[in-house]
């Protein structure tokens, strides 16, 4: 195992990514272990007399030199072309003087690594490439040696049947290990992208709406919707600016993560969806993108719950803020809008009249107008505020939201 370990370190550099680091070590793990095959092909040749023997020595030399070099180099690519030439070239070549495809005992089938290698450690337009030069070289080979014959001294045929069954077996066995690194290298890239798709799926539903992220993947034209009817609530943290200013920023981001944490959980936990929010200001809305009838008061219990939490949350008791809500009803606009940071917003009169109820509200207190009321007012408490004025809108009635009815309370 050390043995296995050092050589996965020959060549490698620190600015290697985990990548390029695997794909150095398997090579050279691959080149190391067919050394000790052609040295027992030169071996057996030469007992044999025959000069063959010296083209597994030659191959020898040039596979060990290159590994030796690599080293020093760290150049994987030149490794690799070193290692592709040398296979590709050697046994094929090794079978004109020993009469041909089976005289030669199949010698020639090793050179199918050529293309292999560049399949597992490059592209499939390159091993293509080198697939065409195996084959135009084995087969003129083959050709070749089955046309000159086999050159003196002839080797037995014993031996002959018995390299042909070894060059398959363990050629076919270093095969095998580079398909079966390949098919694992690919499962292993395919789990690591289901995993980031579950990533980039998970965050994408943070940012948009379920149903509107399956718009958004299944179609490229804008996504744009109009609601009949549907409240929107608005909630800002009353003298945000001052009390922060005595902070250092990371607090002021852990208090508001704190704060808009808990407001997330609230409209999870009533089936609403936030739309975003802005500065110290948490905008939620009922009845988009899913139509809803009980959209108001859906808004009305998160709204009371918002305020129980100021007081009754201990975390956030301990901030000493308090919150200005507004909600209105009314038809809107919705659609997401971007193309980098993109946001699920929504558009229209009954949006910026809800904006209004807030900032035209009182601290601890939740402002609703007219249309809100109408919905509201059976199971409620409302205390009416009368007309107040809004820039641009003019004259608008209100009323404080202040608890649920007690005959509705003592009915549930």
């Known amino acids: 195992m050390q043995l296995v370990e050092r050589l996965r370190l020959i060549g490698t550099d620190p600015e290697d990514d985990e990548d390029l680091r695997a794909r150095k070590a398997l090579l050279v793990l691959i080149s190391v272990l067919i050394l000790p095959v052609a040295a027992l092909w030169a071996a057996l040749y030469l007992s044999f007399g025959s000069p063959v023997g010296w083209a597994p020595v030659a191959y020898f030399a040039v596979l060990a030199g290159s590994i030796a070099v690599f080293s020093r180099t760290r150049n994987f690519l030149w490794l690799l072309r070193v290692g592709q030439v040398a296979i590709l070239f050697a046994p094929t070549l090794s079978m004109i003087p020993l009469g041909g495809f089976l005289g030669a005992g199949g010698v020639g089938l090793w050179a199918i690594l050529a293309p292999l290698g560049s399949l597992v450690f490059e592209r499939v337009e390159s091993a293509v ?18 046309l000159v014959g086999p050159v003196s001294p002839r080797v037995p045929r014993w031996f002959t049947t018995t390299m042909l ?3 398959i077996t363990v050629g076919g066995a270093i095969v095998f290990t ?15 992208l289901r995993v980031e798709q579950a990533k980039a799926e998970d965050l994408l539903l943070n940012i948009l709406p379920k149903s509107i992220a399956e718009k958004l993947k299944a179609q490229t034209r804008p996504i744009a919707d109009h609601f009949g009817s549907a409240s929107i609530l608005f909630a800002d943290v009353v003298d945000f600016t ?4 005595r902070l250092r920023p990371e607090e002021v981001v852990g208090h508001l993560d704190l704060l808009f944490s808990h407001f997330d959980g609230l409209a999870e936990e009533h089936g609403l969806e936030k739309i975003k929010t802005i500065g110290d200001c948490y905008m939620v809305a009922a009845g988009v993108p899913t139509p809803r009838p009980d959209h108001a008061r859906a808004l009305a219990l998160v709204g009371l719950d918002m305020l129980d939490a100021m007081r009754e949350h201990d975390e956030l008791a301990a901030l000493e803020l308090e919150l200005r809500i507004g909600i209105n009803s009314g038809p809107v606009v919705a659609g997401v809008i971007g193309r980098k940071r993109f946001l699920y917003d929504l558009w229209g009169d009954a949006v910026n009249t809800a904006s209004r109820m807030e900032s035209h509200g009182a601290p601890g207190r939740i402002q609703i107008t007219r249309s809100t009321y109408e919905l509201l007012a059976d199971e409620f408490d409302c205390e009416p505020r009368g007309t107040i004025f809004v820039k641009g809108k003019g004259e608008i009635e209100a009323w404080y939201l202040s608890r649920r009815a007690a005959a509705t309370t003592a009915a549930r």
């Open 165 to 167: 069954g070894l060059n």
């Open 242 to 245: 001052p009390w922060s200013e």
């Open 178 to 192: 580079l398909l079966a690194v390949f098919a694992n290298e690919r499962r292993a890239a395919l789990d690591a």
């Open 129 to 146: 490439r080198w697939y065409v030069a195996f084959a135009v070289v084995f087969l003129g080979a083959g050709i070749a040696g089955e």
